[in-house]
């Protein structure tokens, strides 16, 4: 009897709980501040300080080295040749007797015609033997000096406005094994003359380079084999053009609308500010601002969500 009586009491006070327990969870909720509500919906940005950098248009080619002196000795008379001085490495200077040539014209009663260096340098091939018949005309010697060194580039047709004679440029010196080290020495060239006319076959034109006297003098270069242009060789030469300050940005940092790019900047201390920006050249993953943005303003990198113009955002980075 009374177990039965007893139900609706349980009942009652069952509805008394769950009410008082939502009461308690509704005041809860009221209780928190605008502020804590506000800085869960912010969304997080990495900014960085837009400052202009020097850039350049690098310009590389294969530069083969020469010697502005190359001369080559002919024989005047037919005969057989004799050698005396004219061995290949030998340091010859001018006047100084090479061969002899027994001639084989009676008129000048078989007397020994003297073959001399007609320049100061070191003989660089020999195409005769001692015994050797020569025909009058014919390539005996040919003469160089390692000292002074010239090198050629072809140019494309496209880049041949980018230079100008005394443009100066850079070769590097590797080991012999093609790795650089810290004892490789640099070497710079000058723009000596510039051909007027493209090549119709390759579409370059010949610019011709002459070395610098830079860390070591000229007079220097071709005794030392170490770390030196040898003659014959072939190095690449390295110039900058289109040297100039600008601005680049990474390219994930601007967006497309239709023919339109824009880009997000930091307005104030926390909101989006949304910028037209014209782009110029890219390389590497980035790309150049001509103008939109200025030096000193925040660029906005990279967000933890969407954020749109206008929009409150936290900022993480440091400037």
């Not at 248009?57 to 005969?79: D, F, K, M, R």
């Not at 041949?160 to 100066?168: A, D, E, G, T």
């Not at 790019?261 to 104030?268: E, S, V």
Request: zero cysteines; aromatic letters at 4%; charged letters at 20%.
């Amino acid at each position: 009897m009374i177990l039965k009586n007893s139900r609706p009491i349980f009942r009652v006070l069952t509805i008394i709980a769950v009410f008082l327990t939502s009461m308690s969870l509704l005041l809860a909720n009221t209780q928190k501040t605008p502020a804590d509500s506000g800085k869960k919906n912010l969304k997080t940005v990495f900014v960085k300080k837009i400052l202009p950098e020097e850039i350049s248009t690098e310009l590389l080619y294969p530069a083969e080295v020469g010697s502005t002196i190359n001369a080559v000795v002919l024989a005047e008379a037919a005969g057989m040749v004799t050698i005396t001085k004219g061995e290949i490495g030998n340091t010859v200077k001018r006047g100084d007797v090479l061969a002899s040539i027994q001639q084989n014209d009676p008129l000048y009663q078989y007397r020994p015609l003297m073959v001399k260096a007609s320049v100061s340098g070191i003989i660089n091939s020999v195409l005769p033997s001692s015994g050797q018949m020569v025909n009058k005309g014919e390539r005996l010697f040919t003469i160089i000096d390692p000292n002074r060194i010239s090198m050629k580039i072809e140019v494309p047709q496209g880049d041949l406005p980018l230079f100008r004679v005394n443009m100066i440029g850079e070769i590097q010196l590797s080991s012999s094994n093609g790795v650089k080290d810290n004892n490789d020495s640099n070497f710079f060239v000058a723009v000596k003359g510039i051909t007027p006319l493209i090549d119709p076959a390759t579409g370059t034109a010949m610019v011709e380079l002459r070395l610098l006297p830079n860390k070591q003098p000229q007079s220097q270069l071709g005794k030392t084999l170490k770390n030196t242009p040898l003659i014959g060789s072939l190095l690449f030469v390295r110039f900058k053009a289109n040297q100039r300050q600008s601005i680049f940005i990474n390219e994930e940092s601007v967006t497309y609308h239709g023919k339109k790019t824009f880009t997000l900047l930091l307005d104030g201390k926390s909101k989006v500010k949304k910028v037209e920006v014209t782009l110029g050249e890219r390389n590497r993953g980035r790309v150049e601002i001509l103008s939109g943005v200025k030096s000193g303003e925040i660029l906005i990198e990279k967000s933890s969500d969407k954020i749109a113009e206008g929009e409150e955002v936290t900022v993480t980075s440091n400037l």
